[in-house]
Antibody, heavy 120, light 107 residues
Framework: EEQLLESGGGLVQPGGSLRLSCEGS????????MSWVRQVPGKGLEWVSG????????YYADSVKGRFTVSRDNSKNTLFLQIDSLRVDDTAVYYC?????????????WGQGTLVTVSS | DIQMTQSPSSLSASVGDKVTITCRAS??????LGWYQQKPGKPPKRLIY???SLQSGVPSRFSGSGSGTQFTLTISSLQPEDFATYFC?????????FGQGTKVEIK
């Protein structure tokens, strides 16, 4: 069974930093692009960042460009999101998702999410 | 950026009703669209990929149609477990974008 497990969320002060992790299992992690999606509690979903299977290409939403950095370590089946200069409006549940390009295009599965709370 | 306009934002329906949710893309996205269901406290679950293909394990009462800029999710006979929020997501080009969501509530 394909699974994703996020970690690293927590309470942080405005201006602080955080590094989120997402460990994949049950599939060949290095063969798939991955993305981060966030959701303010009670609100809609926002795609935040994506990275190619080998990590050679990264993409960001305008709202996080310059503050967020996505990376991956395929030897450890792990995706990362470095979040710097955190703002109150970055408070959200952060999900990682595997992106399938060919067989069944789109995002599946998703992790359970990790909550990031930015508050003083 | 591609804007996804989803409607309605909410609806009330009864068990057994047919429900239709639409997403309109601001530019052509071919078939690069998925539909997702989300229940409180849970991650999104994919129902439909490629605009009209049913995800394995998803009941056949769910169906998707459309291409280009107009897409529809249909639930043919609403069941109690279908009361949830539904989102569309385009993955044609970065930044990927979601519809605003449709909350399906019990009438």
């Amino acid at each position: 069974e394909e699974q994703l497990l996020e970690s690293g969320g927590g309470l942080v002060q405005p201006g602080g930093s955080l590094r989120l992790s997402c460990e994949g299992s049950g599939f060949t992690f290095s063969g798939y692009a991955m993305s981060w999606v966030r959701q303010v509690p009670g609100k809609g979903l926002e795609w935040v960042s994506g990275i190619s299977s080998r990590g050679s290409a990264a993409y960001y939403a305008d709202s996080v460009k310059g503050r967020f950095t996505v990376s991956r370590d395929n030897s450890k089946n792990t995706l990362f999101l470095q979040i710097d200069s955190l703002r109150v409006d970055d408070t959200a549940v952060y999900y990682c998702a595997k992106f399938e390009l060919y067989h069944a295009p789109g995002f599946d599965p998703w992790g359970q999410g990790t909550l990031v709370t930015v508050s003083s | 950026d591609i804007q996804m306009t989803q409607s309605p934002s909410s609806l009330s329906a009864s068990v057994g009703d047919k429900v239709t949710i639409t997403c309109r893309a601001s530019q052509v996205i071919r078939y690069d669209l998925g539909w997702y269901q989300q229940k409180p406290g849970k991650p999104p679950k994919r129902l439909i990929y490629g605009a009209s293909s049913l995800q394995s394990g998803v009941p056949s009462r769910f169906s998707g149609s459309g291409s280009g800029t107009q897409f529809t999710l249909t639930i043919s006979s609403l069941q109690p477990e279908d009361f949830a929020t539904y989102f569309c997501l385009q993955h044609n080009s970065y930044p990927y974008t979601f519809g605003q969501g449709t909350k399906v509530e019990i009438k």
